[in-house]
């Protein structure tokens, strides 16, 4: 059993690390800072795979935020600050003001771990220093090797040692860049769903007539098929609670006990339903619209439906937003009218996520992307660098010009190149994929 003072101290600790993490991360105590090699130890396989997918969460600085954390959890001061703090003082990083309480000995591993964090983020800017100088393509790095996005969750004017501004910098820029990962999960789902419509136009319009009419119509019974599924219960409330109760846990349905059922799927016993506890109580939900075999179901989909649902829970039950649901949250929102209606879930393909405009304005960067790559393509096979090609101008001549630089080149060598000395000769780029612009006329030429 989980003491009071466990469950109160990973709540406060969890009220940030969920905005980093998005999971559960405790216990876990920093080995020291040591010259001798550390010992093997023989990990478990299955153990070592849900580790990783519960660190991958998208953070460049993903692996010093766990270091940190993990040592702040091993002070027994900062352990209880942290359990006195609320989540507004947490999640502005006013907690971090706590950091002069900890012990010598973990500001010392602080300081390490900060320093090696620094000389981790000089390799990278050495990099693009090299990149620089050597004419690489920076475009494709801009974000990754931006020098204030990669020193923004520390203070790089401190280098020696693990401040409070560290500390309040890490925090505010988790919950930053957390934030900016959930807008850009939904903003990729949008350009996956867009993307398959445009491909399904334009598969249609390469059909003829008779052909397009049954692709339409075997897509439309797919669509059908697919939207033809059992009511979905709105996420948290009773009767998607008292399901899972029943299908899940094998326990009689008449019997369902909300304190019960929190203790149940708090599966790793801290005191709180974290973002995997309350994903797993969709699961039989989403069994109900999207089958893994059935080629009528998309499985994106299903991911994002699930994300919704999450979302739709948090904002309904976690009051503090802190990112988790406490028991009393939990029990709170049993007691609330609500809890009772049973008001079906409407899933994602019934709501239009992009509008006409939307799709347009895709389609036309798509084709414009594909044309440009194309003729890149074709460039780099005729050996003419497309950059180079681009910013050159493209020159026609006048008719009567082409006849005279006819008549020049066939008196031979010494008058073509006394006709480029002279700056007659103007050289022509043609592509095989680019219309050629007209340029003003020469001036000598006839009008």
């Known amino acids: 059993m989980v003491n009071h003072f466990s469950v109160k101290m990973r709540s406060a600790v969890h009220v940030w690390t969920f905005l980093v993490f998005g999971c559960v991360i405790c216990g876990v105590v920093c080995p020291p800072v040591t010259d001798e090699p550390a010992e093997e130890v023989e990990t478990d396989p299955e153990a070592k795979m849900k580790e990783d997918a519960e660190m991958n969460f998208g953070l460049e600085y993903e692996h010093y935020l766990k270091e940190v954390l993990d040592t702040l959890e091993s002070d027994e001061n900062f352990k209880r600050k942290l359990e006195e703090a609320n989540a507004a003082d947490v999640k502005s990083g006013q907690i971090a003001r706590n950091l002069d309480f900890v012990a010598h000995g973990i500001r010392s591993k602080l300081d390490e771990l900060k320093r090696k964090e620094l000389d981790r983020l000089r390799q990278i800017l050495k990099l693009r220093s090299q990149l620089q100088s050597n004419g690489g393509n920076m475009d494709v790095f801009a974000r990754m090797l931006n020098k204030d996005r990669l020193l923004a969750h520390l ?41 398959k419509e445009v491909e399904r136009l334009e598969q249609l319009s390469k059909l003829d007539e008779n052909e397009r009419a049954e692709k339409e119509e075997k897509f439309m019974e797919m669509e059908k098929k697919h939207r033809d599924h059992p009511k979905l219960h709105h996420p948290g409330n009773e009767e998607q609670l008292k399901e899972v109760w029943e299908e899940s846990d094998g326990l009689n349905k008449q019997e369902f006990d909300p304190k019960t059922f929190f203790y149940l799927h708090d599966t790793n016993g801290d005191g709180v339903l974290d973002q995997a506890e309350i994903e797993a109580l969709f699961q039989k939900e989403l069994d109900k619209v999207y089958d893994p075999t059935a080629p009528e179901d998309d499985m994106n989909e299903r991911y994002e439906e699930m994300n919704r649902m999450r979302e739709h829970m948090m904002n309904e039950i976690d ?7 406490s028991l009393e949250e939990f029990l709170r929102s049993t007691k609330v009218e609500d809890f009772k209606s049973d008001e079906e879930w409407e899933t994602i393909d019934k709501e239009k996520i992009y509008s006409n405009k939307e799709l347009e304005a895709f389609r036309k960067q798509r084709e414009e992307t594909k044309q440009r790559q194309q003729q890149k393509q074709l460039e780099s096979e005729d050996g003419v660098n497309f950059d180079e090609r681009r910013d050159q101008p493209v020159q026609v001549m006048h008719p009567q010009r082409q006849q005279q630089m006819h008549s020049i080149d066939t008196r031979g060598q010494h008058h073509q190149q006394q006709a480029r000395v002279s700056g007659h000769v103007v050289i022509r780029h043609t592509t095989r994929s680019q219309n050629v612009q007209s340029l003003p006329r020469h001036p000598r030429a006839p009008p």
């Open 155 to 195: 203070d790089h004017s401190n280098p020696n040692s693990f401040e409070i501004s560290d500390l309040t910098k890490l925090i505010r820029q988790t919950t930053k860049d957390l934030e900016l990962i959930d807008r850009k999960r939904r903003e990729d789902f949008k350009k996956y769903e867009m993307e």
């Open 319 to 325: 009051k503090n937003e802190d990112k988790m649901i």
